[in-house]
């Protein structure tokens, strides 16, 4: 926590394994909470790329993790890599004009990256959420949708491609547990939420509409719940954590 790299990975740099990590407070060129390597059920906030992209990470492999209120001087909390099972939300750029969830930089326009199971939700201060990706059983939704009308959350969509099992349309609220989906949190609002607050209600669209995962019966998430439950395996970062017969009446 509260590192500072002069270059490349404020928190953690090539690691070939960080897991059950909290990543907070660190400040990179590149990568904020961290530049290549892999994590794995990580929570990565408040960190900073002070230059260029990946406010949380920059090439690096990411699993399970909880990416939310990190800022990039321009555009994108995870910047390149590949992405399985993530909560990327709240995140801020500096570049209004690019986009403030996934994508790659510039220097790798042509680059698919793989983002499966992803929630890439309200993302700050971007054109949309998404850029230069393939989608796979995820969803995407940035206020630009609301704002434009648009049918996807993504940014020079051209690029994007294959997508494939993702939720679209007037169907894309994950209805978290504890944040209204429907509303744009400010960045601070982001980072004091709690961690269970964006688990998934089981009236959620994204609720069993993850795709299996090799090893993922195995896996946990964050909070120490199966990544499997109730027969299949939820998008985004947290599993359900209901009862498929639980309702709740707020009056």
């Given at each position: 926590?509260?590192?500072?790299?002069?270059?490349?990975?404020?928190?953690?740099?090539?690691?070939?394994?960080?897991?059950?990590?909290?990543?907070?407070?660190?400040?990179?060129?590149?990568?904020?909470?961290?530049?290549?390597?892999?994590?794995?059920?990580?929570?990565?906030?408040?960190?900073?790329?002070?230059?260029?992209?990946?406010?949380?990470?920059?090439?690096?492999?990411?699993?399970?993790?909880?990416?939310?209120?990190?800022?990039?001087?321009?555009?994108?909390?995870?910047?390149?890599?590949?992405?399985?099972?993530?909560?990327?939300?709240?995140?801020?750029?500096?570049?209004?004009?690019?986009?403030?969830?996934?994508?790659?930089?510039?220097?790798?326009?042509?680059?698919?990256?793989?983002?499966?199971?992803?929630t890439?939700?309200?993302?700050?201060?971007?054109?949309?959420?998404?850029?230069?990706?393939?989608?796979?059983?995820?969803v995407?939704?940035?206020?630009?949708?609301?704002?434009?009308?648009?049918?996807?959350?993504?940014?020079?969509?051209?690029?994007?491609?294959?997508?494939?099992?993702?939720?679209?349309?007037?169907?894309?609220?994950?209805?978290?547990?504890?944040?209204?989906?429907?509303?744009?949190?400010?960045?601070?609002?982001?980072?004091?939420?709690?961690?269970?607050a964006?688990?998934?209600?089981?009236?959620?669209?994204?609720?069993?509409?993850?795709?299996?995962?090799?090893g993922?019966?195995?896996?946990?998430?964050v909070?120490?719940?199966?990544?499997?439950?109730?027969?299949g395996?939820?998008?985004?970062?947290?599993e359900?954590?209901?009862?498929?017969?639980?309702?709740?009446?707020?009056?």
């Open positions: 926590m509260n590192n500072t790299a002069t270059r490349y990975g404020g928190g953690a740099y090539a690691c070939a394994m960080v897991k059950d990590s909290l990543l907070a407070g660190n400040k990179g060129d590149h990568g904020g909470a961290g530049f290549n390597g892999y994590f794995e059920n990580c929570v990565m906030t408040n960190n900073t790329a002070t230059i260029a992209h990946g406010g949380a990470t920059y090439n690096a492999t990411s699993r399970n993790c909880i990416v939310v209120g990190n800022y990039a001087k321009q555009r994108f909390a995870h910047a390149r890599g590949a992405h399985y099972g993530d909560l990327v939300y709240g995140n801020e750029n500096g570049d209004a004009s690019g986009s403030s969830g996934i994508g790659a930089d510039a220097a790798n326009a042509d680059e698919p990256l793989p983002v499966v199971n992803c890439v939700w309200g993302n700050l201060n971007g054109l949309r959420n998404v850029s230069r990706a393939t989608l796979t059983n995820s995407a939704w940035s206020v630009e949708d609301n704002i434009h009308s648009a049918v996807n959350s993504f940014w020079r969509s051209g690029t994007v491609a294959n997508q494939t099992g993702c939720i679209s349309g007037t169907d894309k609220n994950p209805k978290f547990v504890g944040i209204d989906g429907t509303i744009q949190l400010t960045e601070a609002q982001a980072k004091s939420a709690p961690w269970s964006w688990a998934i209600r089981v009236s959620s669209p994204c609720f069993n509409r993850g795709l299996l995962l090799p993922q019966r195995e896996e946990k998430d909070l120490g719940n199966p990544r499997v439950k109730y027969g395996v939820d998008m985004g970062a947290l359900c954590v209901q009862s498929p017969g639980f309702s709740l009446s707020v009056r």
